[in-house]
């Protein structure tokens, strides 16, 4: 009989005790490997955002750094829309700042290979119609081509909503704030496109330079029709979602709401998708950050929009208080008498291409001279200690304007395009004439300045054919005049002290021309001195009778006389630019061309120099006075420079000698100038040395690009990878 063998099997205990070892065993090592999945996803989507991020930024460095400039981003031109929701959950446009930079690429190829409206390709020597501007080498120096590189934001598709099913942000109340999100995301992007804002067609036959309207629109037919060209800062040039919403109001460009087809609008966003590329990731980097609160994930609002940070930032390199380095037009101890004096008439900073600029005077502390020598107006004028500062700022009608307390006494903006424009006038035009005449305060401290934002210079000084009010009057004609139409300053008769005619009689003070005043003033020398011992004999040439101009009382050329800029008390701080005057007037030579105008030639403004024929003297600013009453005996003496009789021999003679705009001609004996008209053209400012210009801008020379890549790597891991990296690109070929 043959025995059956035993069978052994587990038990249901050992088969559950094993079970839940096997479980912990996995729980033990399937989590961390689960968490090292996550870890090295979230590191590699880490360091896609780095790698990223140092490839765009190098990528714009060098399109900055190789360009032709780069246009003025800041306000409106470098602003755009995005749509996100608000605080009820409607989609609303919000505007973000400096994500919006427009390069200007260097010229490349020959200009004169366009046929017709195409161009040739270099390559292939053949005229290709779809060339719309030169191609090949670039011109050297780097002048601006047809092209330009655009940098923006904008959703990968522009015509759907923000979508991100990445992000769980919720409004207050504890709603998703975009709802629930599915389907492929829709972020904002990082876009970079050439395109050509001007093309050629033909018009009636004619190849004619027009704006592209496949990419932009046209102010002269769409918005404001006193402009022409291209409209370069909409706002909503990509976004037409935000379009409808703000419909045609000023914020988009306009300066009055226009009808616009829609259709044309989203046919030009098409076509910037086409010439655009994506230069972060077309899914899961987002170009946008809403501001939440991190632990609760709640979003931030200001007022019933929600706070949104960009992601790019293209922003001008900001320079704070900068004091403008000051350019001298003669150097001391050259040329003139109290050189020491003389202001500048450009300043300089470091920078040009100014956006956002602030600008602040320290005027130098008025003085309006109370006795001789450093307490005369000749004295230079102390740095400024404290109280008034004249400062540029936005008037109502956003000019710029330059003000002090109380008002604004000189439009910038309107000098500028009057001047750009070749408009009469320009400078007279730009006063606020009823301010300055009620206020002595604002005169005494006036100073008119004219930036100049895109070389970084400010200008000082004015043309005297910028001064005035009669418009027909010829430009060149706009000179200080005796008469009260004809240009020029009339010489007058041609007589010497020798014509007995002038040899006593009238006073010295009643004349008719240059020559008279001289030969009475001859005569009548000796009697006019209180103290005759100390005076300078009359045929001393460095301090007796003299043939001269005085400025401040030859009113412009024209039917309404009006005042020289330099007429005492109107601009106590005004002076005449060295180096700017041309003086004509009749030739004082014996020969074929006496008689005829010829130009004048400037000598140092120094006693030991004297003046011959066809010369002259000048000065430029006020010179330091000798004490009148001490010295020469003269009583009630005023050394205020805003008193000035031109009948008083102290004041209008001798203390004329010390005032600027006075013009000292040949004053030898027996040398009359020939009968004749003088012309005298010249720049005046208002600057002196110890005043101070302050500029705070940002400048597009030196752009500052600020890149944050924000990753979603698709991992468990509830925040995205976050990088930023920061670049700085010289415009190297910028234009001067």
Not at 705 to 720: D, E, G, H, M, S
Request: hydrophobic share 35%; net charge neutral; with cysteine.
């Amino acid at each position: 009989m043959r025995l059956r063998k035993q069978r052994k099997a587990f038990t249901l205990i050992e088969l559950l005790t094993v079970m839940a070892i096997t479980a912990v065993l996995l729980t033990v090592i399937a989590v961390p490997v689960v968490q090292s999945f996550n870890l090295t996803r979230a590191a590699q989507g880490f360091a896609n955002a780095q790698n990223r991020a140092r490839l765009v930024i190098a990528q714009i460095e060098r399109e900055v750094s190789n360009s032709a400039g780069i246009r003025d981003n800041s306000g409106q031109g470098g602003s755009l829309y995005i749509m996100v929701p608000n605080n009820a959950g409607v989609q609303t446009p919000v505007q973000l700042s400096y994500v919006k930079m427009d390069i200007a690429a260097p010229a490349q190829g020959d200009p004169s290979t366009r046929v017709g409206t195409a161009f040739i390709d270099p390559d292939t020597g053949k005229v290709d119609p779809t060339l719309q501007t030169t191609k090949g080498q670039m011109q050297l120096p780097g002048v601006p081509g047809d092209t330009i590189v655009r940098y923006f934001i904008c959703r990968r598709d522009p015509f759907t909503n923000y979508n991100n099913p990445f992000q769980r942000f919720r409004n207050p109340g504890g709603a998703l704030w975009l709802g629930p999100q599915n389907g492929r995301d829709n972020l904002y992007v990082l876009m970079r496109a050439e395109v050509q804002p001007y093309v050629y067609q033909t018009i009636a036959g004619v190849p004619t330079r027009v704006v592209n309207s496949d990419y932009f629109m046209d102010l002269d037919r769409d918005a404001d029709p006193n402009t022409s060209g291209p409209l370069m800062d909409d706002t909503t040039f990509m976004d037409p979602l935000a379009r409808n919403a703000l419909g045609g109001s000023p914020a988009l460009g306009y300066t009055t709401p226009q009808a616009y087809d829609p259709a044309d609008r989203d046919e030009m966003i098409r076509n910037w998708l086409n010439k655009a590329t994506v230069v972060t990731e077309v899914s899961r980097y987002d170009m946008i950050m809403p501001i939440a609160n991190p632990s609760t994930q709640e979003i931030k609002y200001s007022g019933t929009l929600p706070v949104v940070v960009p992601l790019v930032r293209f922003q001008p390199t900001r320079l704070n208080t900068e004091a403008a380095t000051k350019q001298l037009a003669v150097r001391p101890t050259e040329e003139s008498d109290n050189v020491e004096k003389i202001g500048p008439d450009v300043y300089l900073t470091q920078y040009g291409s100014w956006a956002d600029a602030y600008m602040r005077i320290f005027p130098s502390l008025y003085n309006p001279g109370t006795g001789a020598g450093a307490a005369s107006a000749g004295a230079v004028r102390v740095p400024w200690a404290g109280g008034t500062t004249i400062d540029l700022v936005q008037d109502v009608n956003g000019d710029s304007v330059l003000s002090v307390p109380g008002g604004n006494y000189f439009n910038i903006t309107r000098y500028t395009t009057l001047k750009a424009s070749g408009a009469d006038y320009p400078f007279t035009r730009s006063l606020n004439i009823p301010f300055l005449t009620g206020s002595p305060a604002a005169r005494q401290e006036f100073i008119a300045l004219a930036p100049e934002p895109s070389v970084g210079k400010i200008i000082g000084s004015f043309d005297i054919r910028d001064y005035g009010v009669d418009n027909a009057v010829a430009y060149d004609e706009r000179v200080p005049s005796s008469t009260t139409t004809a240009p020029g300053i009339v010489v007058g008769a041609t007589v010497t002290p020798a014509d007995a005619t002038y040899t006593a009689g009238a006073s010295w003070d009643t004349y008719t021309g240059i020559n008279e005043r001289f030969a009475r003033l001859w005569h009548q020398w000796d009697s006019l001195w209180p103290n005759l011992a100390a005076a300078p004999a009359r045929d001393d040439l460095a301090g007796g009778v003299k043939r001269w101009l005085d400025l401040r009382f030859f009113a412009q050329a024209g039917p309404s006389a009006e005042q020289s800029p330099l007429t005492p008390g109107l601009f106590p701080r005004i002076s005449i630019t060295p180096g700017s005057e041309t003086i004509y007037g009749p030739d004082q030579n014996p020969g074929p061309n006496y008689g005829k105008i010829v130009r004048y030639t400037r000598v140092p403004n120094v006693d030991s120099v004297t003046v011959g024929p066809n010369q002259y003297k000048i000065n430029y600013t006020d010179r330091k006075e000798p004490d009148w009453a001490g010295q020469f005996g003269f009583g009630a003496v005023n050394y205020d420079k805003s008193v000035a009789n031109p009948n008083d021999f102290l004041q209008g003679v001798l203390q004329a000698r010390y005032r600027a705009g006075y013009v000292e001609l040949n004053s030898r004996y027996g040398e009359p100038i020939p009968a004749g008209n003088i012309y005298v053209t010249y720049r005046f400012q208002f600057t002196e040395p110890n005043d101070v210009v302050s500029v705070d801008y940002g400048s597009t020379e030196l752009m500052e690009v600020v890149l944050t890549i924000r990753n979603y790597p698709q991992t468990n891991i509830p925040n995205p990878q976050m990088v930023t990296v920061r670049g700085t690109a010289a415009v190297r070929n910028k234009l001067r």
